[in-house]
C-alpha cells in the first residue's frame, strides 16, 4: 500500500471512530473551536496533573479533516507533558505550512506518529485551516483564554 492510501485509511478510520470521546470526570482547560469558513466545530476537555494532559476529550461536528485531526490530536497529547505538547504543536504547524520536510518518507509515523497522515491536506490549502483547527483549540485551552479559537 502506497503512503498516500495509508493516510486516507488513517483519516477515515479516526473520522469513523474517533477516539476520546467520553467526558472527562475532572476538566481543568476548556477551549472551543470554531472554522467558519468550513462549518467545524470542536469542544475540548483537559484534565492536567502537574505539568501533563492526563485526559482529555475531543466534541465535535464538521469535515471529515477537522473530525479526524481532533481524534488524532487526542490521541498524540494524551498522556504527555506541556513540553513535549508545545515541540509537537511546532513541528505540525511547520508539517502544515512551511515547505520544510519533516516527515521521513522512508519512515512513516517517526516524526508525528499517525498526525503525519495529515501532512496530504497541505496540497488543498482551504483545508489546512480544517486540519490545524483541535490544535489551535488546544492553544486556547493549555493558555487558559476564554475566548472560542478561530481558524479566521
Ligand atoms: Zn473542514
Redesign the pocket.
Known sequence: MGLDSLYKEVILDHYRNPRNRAELADVHRHADGN?P????KISLDLTIDGESVTGISVQGQ??????ASASLMSEAIKGKNLQEIARLRQLFSTMMTSDETIVDPDRPGAVLGELEALAGVKAFPV?I???S?PLATLDVALAGDAKPATTD
Not at 469558513?37 to 467545524?40: I, S, T, W
Not at 464538521?62 to 473530525?67: T, V
Request: with cysteine.
Open positions: 472554522n469558513l468550513c462549518g467545524d464538521g469535515c471529515s479533516i477537522s473530525q483545508r485551516k480544517c486540519a483547527l
